[in-house]
């Protein structure tokens, strides 16, 4: 858990950061040695053509793919060689660009084995973080349901309350509003805005209205190798994302 | 009743070993020393219940752990003179150390190679008992002597008292796995059974709770095989071989995988049938082979699992 | 007393072991490469192919090259067929979930084993081969004259062990062409790459399966036929060979022939010389462990990839 004495400490030193983090695949190299730094509470979006290996970047930071060499730090931490579960326990909340669940269980047990350990066994703490991520998301309604009987679009927002609920300081979201409805994305947006401010988030997503809406700042990944990082005007301004990649739309 | 689900399974459970005790009192002679056998092997499918019912690993080598208990009770009473009691505690102390170094190991394999690494180990353990023949009686087995089957003064052999220990060796075995199924453990092992990438990703170490199912459930094994060698006099290699590994998986399937009781009446329902077929042919593993391909066609939920899912959604 | 010839010995022993091995276990390896699934019941399959050739040649009679030659063609066939039967009813009905077909076949091991048991009893019944000289193993030796080949007492293989030797390796031949070079071979090949865009350009996945499945069934029943006349058909002879060509599939690489080939050559080797100086039960303890820590720890084991 990152030390919250040295809140000034928080403010200048990154919240996570990679150097040189690279991973090839055989031949193919999927990510090459890229250096990153997201400073604690902002909202960084992370996109890419196809192939860019923003997945398996994040897939790295997350601990679900090892590194073939590089660093990362974690609140102020080399968590390099750290296992995932470890990371997660670290602070860090991940949903998979496949909505990940647990089909056969209910809402509500879905959110509760998110966040049980958090709460050290308090009964009323689990209950209640359990039943606020579900608010937030606005599936409260259907918490006694089968996850799996729930559309794709609300699937997916039942892993989104999942990683909320466990009140994380790094929440990485994979391509999240893929295959929701345009309401639901309007929600998608108000929900990561009021999140934002503690939690740091980082996005990866090819929706450009999304990013646009939501992202402090923005990463362009391509090839493996980092492109550009800016504000959005800064990376709407870039010729070479623009003619590349900002020309892709997709809805 | 406004009782919660957990409580109600607790109650319910406990109402079943009730039944189960007064069974001691009514039933005739024969099915009275059938139950005593059902509930020790009962026991053992229960233990393999934990892994393959709650956490989803199918292993082909459980008759290692229940070997593992008889022999560690029967060669320590027989070699070394021990009694009862020490002899228990070596068959489960057997079973912890196998079930801990064989899970250590065939837990770096997962899925179809990990049914395979479990059998080749069962396999492995079932040779050696063989080739330490000498000490073992290989196939023929030992027999463990009357007189060495008392505890605390009770003389174990006898019907009565065989009922009611291998009754007490069950009941707390049951309560057991439903205490753990109940527990924050248990749900995990449900989680990796579901999901185990997203379980991981959640913050839990998966690689962690599947050792330790596995010597939750080879610790069980083990004990039912100890209990069955003290309560049933004899310790055997056949009980270290395939079918005594098929057998359990056989029993959870019919019962019902990832129900308490399921493990129970697959162990009953598989006997009797046995029973009835075996007084018909010599084939009778015939109809345990049909049974197995006639449930995982049609009932892969099992009976307990079934019923549980169309009666009694809250049981454990 | 020269060591070198109860070596030849022991390495032709071992190379009989090694073919019939091989067969049963690219039987195997075909049907976990293309179908994924494992099938617990491949030994009864051979068990069957050599109860069925004991039936056809009791039933024909005559001279027993023609009744031999009469059981190596309608066993495999039947056994095949009786295994198209039961993937087309059972396995497909489970869709070749992987847990499932483990119990499904091994459901179907017992049903096979104790209908033998039914029928043909418990006893061990032989089949005469269809030829059976015996040759004797020549070796060399120092003469006043200079190097000269002489006949060690007592050592002496057969002409149909040869052969069986002979004929399993055309047979492997056979299959790999048949794999490598025909239109079928490399639809079951196109199947176990990947099953999904197999069956979107048209392949009927469902009767690939079938046909593997009765393939690998067959090639077990084949490698019964052949070693039945020198071991003798009995209703429980399948569990060993299981294990054994298990052990052969893992080490050589799930879903490499290949590398199956290879480690049964290995194996049928080594069982041949391991027998002739180690007790068979440490041999198979040996064997059995030596695949489990491949399997831990070299999973894609000599040429496979998983």
């Known amino acids: ?251 | 009743m406004m009782m919660s689900d957990s409580k109600k399974s607790v109650v319910f459970h406990l109402g079943f070993l009730a039944l189960l005790l007064l069974l001691q009192f009514i039933l005739p002679a024969y099915h009275h020393g059938n139950l005593a056998r059902i509930m020790v092997l009962a026991t053992y499918a229960m233990g393999y219940n934990i892994l393959f019912g709650y956490t989803g690993l199918l292993s082909l080598g459980h008759a290692m752990f229940f070997a593992a208990g008889m022999y560690g009770m029967g060669l320590t009473m027989t070699h070394l003179g021990w009694t009862a009691g020490p002899g228990m505690l070596a068959g489960l102390l057997a079973g912890v150390l196998v079930s801990a170094g064989i899970g250590f190991l065939a837990l770096r394999t997962s899925g179809v190679s990990f049914m395979i690494v479990t059998l080749m180990f069962a396999q492995a353990g079932f040779l050696t008992i063989l080739y330490f023949g000498e000490w073992t009686r290989g196939d023929e087995g030992f027999v463990i002597r009357q007189a060495d089957r008392v505890f605390a003064g009770i003389d174990l052999s006898h019907p009565t008292y065989r009922y009611l220990a291998a009754l007490l060796l069950f009941g707390i075995c049951l309560m057991l796995t439903i205490r753990l199924m109940q527990s924050r453990f248990g749900h995990v092992l449900i989680a990796i059974r579901e999901n185990e990438e997203r379980t991981q990703m959640l913050g839990y170490d998966v690689h962690f709770h599947k050792w330790m199912a596995v010597i939750a459930s080879g610790t069980m094994a083990a004990v039912a095989g100890a209990a069955y060698a003290l309560l049933f006099g004899y310790a055997g290699a056949t009980f270290a071989s395939v079918q005594y590994s098929i057998f359990p998986l056989l029993w959870v399937l019919l019962g019902g995988a990832g129900t308490a009781l399921g493990p129970f009446i697959g162990t009953l329902f598989m006997f009797y049938l046995i029973d009835l077929s075996s007084s018909l042919t010599t084939a009778y593993m015939l109809i345990a082979g049909v049974a197995l391909v006639l449930l995982t066609l049609f009932l892969p939920q099992g009976l307990v699992g079934e019923w549980r899912r169309k009666m009694m959604p809250w049981l454990t | 007393m020269e060591l070198a010839p109860y070596l030849i010995l022991g390495c032709i022993e071992g190379l009989v072991t090694a073919a019939v091995l091989a067969l049963m276990a690219v039987g195997l390896s075909l049907v976990f490469g293309v179908m994924r699934v494992v099938n617990v019941a491949h030994g009864e399959f051979f068990m069957l192919g050599a109860v069925l050739a004991w039936f056809v040649a009791d039933q024909l009679g005559g001279h027993p090259a023609i009744a031999f030659l009469a059981a190596l063609i309608i066993a495999p066939l039947l056994v095949g067929t009786l295994a198209m039967l039961a993937d087309m009813t059972i396995l497909k009905r489970i869709s070749y979930d992987p847990e499932r077909t483990i119990v499904a076949t091994i459901g179907l091991l017992y049903i096979i084993q104790q209908l033998t048991l039914m029928t043909y009893g418990s006893n061990a019944r032989p089949v005469e081969p269809p030829f059976n000289q015996r040759i004797a193993i020549p070796w060399f030796e120092w003469t006043d004259g200079g190097l000269s080949l002489y006949w060690p007492w007592g050592l002496g293989t057969t002409s149909y062990k040869l052969a069986v030797i002979g004929f399993a390796i055309i047979l492997l031949l056979g299959i790999w062409v048949l794999m490598t070079r025909t239109r079928i071979g490399l639809i079951m090949r196109a199947t176990q790459l990947d099953r999904d865009v197999a069956q979107a350009y048209g392949i009927n996945v469902d009767r690939v399966y079938a046909m593997v499945f009765g393939l690998g069934a067959g090639l077990a029943a084949l490698a019964a036929v052949l070693i039945v006349p020198i071991q003798q058909a009995h209703y429980l002879m399948g569990h060993d060979p299981l294990l054994l060509s298990f052990i052969v599939v893992i080490i050589g690489g799930l879903g490499s022939l290949v590398g199956t080939v290879i480690a049964a050559v290995m194996i049928g080797l080594s069982d041949g010389l391991i027998s002739v100086f180690f007790t068979p039960t440490l041999a198979k303890i040996i064997a059995t462990l030596m695949v489990t820590f491949v399997l831990i720890f070299r999973p894609s084991g000599l040429m496979g990839s998983k």
């Open chain 1, 1 to 251: 858990m990152a030390q919250k004495d040295d809140a000034m400490a928080d403010m200048t030193t990154p919240h996570i950061t990679t150097k040189g983090l690279s991973r090839n695949f055989g031949g193919l190299i999927a990510v090459n040695a890229v250096d990153f730094e997201v400073p604690k509470g902002e909202i960084r979006a992370i996109i890419g053509p196809n192939g860019a290996g923003k997945s398996t970047f994040v897939g790295m930071l997350c601990g679900r793919i090892a590194p073939s060499s590089g660093e990362i730090m974690f609140a102020g931490q080399n968590i390099t060689a750290m296992p995932a579960h470890r990371r997660i326990r670290q602070g860090m909340a991940y949903t998979f660009q496949i909505t990940s669940i647990f089909a056969r269980l209910t809402l509500k047990e879905n959110v509760r084995l998110a966040t049980s350990w958090r709460w050290n066994g308090d009964e009323s703490a689990i209950e209640e973080a359990t039943h606020a991520a579900l608010e937030q998301v606005g599936l409260a309604d259907r918490m006694h349901q089968i996850a799996g009987d729930l559309s794709y679009g609300h699937q997916r927002l039942l892993e989104i309350a999942m990683g909320i609920s466990q009140h994380p300081e790094l929440l990485i979201l994979d391509e999240p509003t893929q295959g929701l409805a345009d309401s639901e994305i309007a929600s998608f947006v108000k929900l990561i805005r009021d999140l934002g401010g503690d939690m740091t988030i980082l996005l990866i997503e090819h929706n450009m209205n999304v990013v646009m809406d939501t992202a402090d700042k923005i990463t362009v990944l391509n090839l493996g190798t980092e492109l550009a990082t800016g504000t959005p005007q800064d990376i709407r301004a870039n010729k070479a994302v623009q003619t590349a990649y900002l020309g892709e739309t997709h809805a």
